[in-house]
């Protein structure tokens, strides 16, 4: 699979954390499930409290769990040429429950606008099932929608399609696995 070398995984933290508003901002409005925001609005992260209770929910999160979601890790994609800049989000479900199985997968992953087309989605999806590997996850599944650079990506890292269904919102929902074993 291509991808950019120096691209790295990091925590979530608050050294980076106007970074990661900027990111945000980037998508103007539109929704970020693969932010993790948890239900928060922007404008509550913006404040160092609101922020602080987002890490402490996304710690939470990955020991156990929350509000019905499964246990789930949250890294921020960062280059080697710019690590104090936040250039996307992904994250690694431990565990698929019945709607992940069905629409939503194991990993979710953003890119912010002004990174795109550099190969980040592609080496942050490498970093990520390396991670999945060593967790014991013997199959990944990735859904996306009707998203051609996401399938490029997915399929890039050796997604296999195995449908396409309508999603809960009557949205195309295609579904891959990848098979790390």
Known sequence: MGGRASVRLVEPSEARHASWLASMREFGGAVLHCYSTFGFEIDELTTAEGFARWLE???LQQRRGLDGRVPATCWWIVDEAAPGEVLGSIHLRHVLNDWLLAEGGHIGYGVRP???GSGMASAALRLVLERARAMGIERVLICCDDNAP???TIVGAGGELEDVRTGADGG???RYWIDLR
Do not use: D, T, Y
């Open 57 to 59: 929910l996304q710690r």
């Open 114 to 116: 002004a990174a795109r």
């Open 150 to 152: 996401s399938r490029a």
């Open 172 to 174: 195309r929902v295609e």
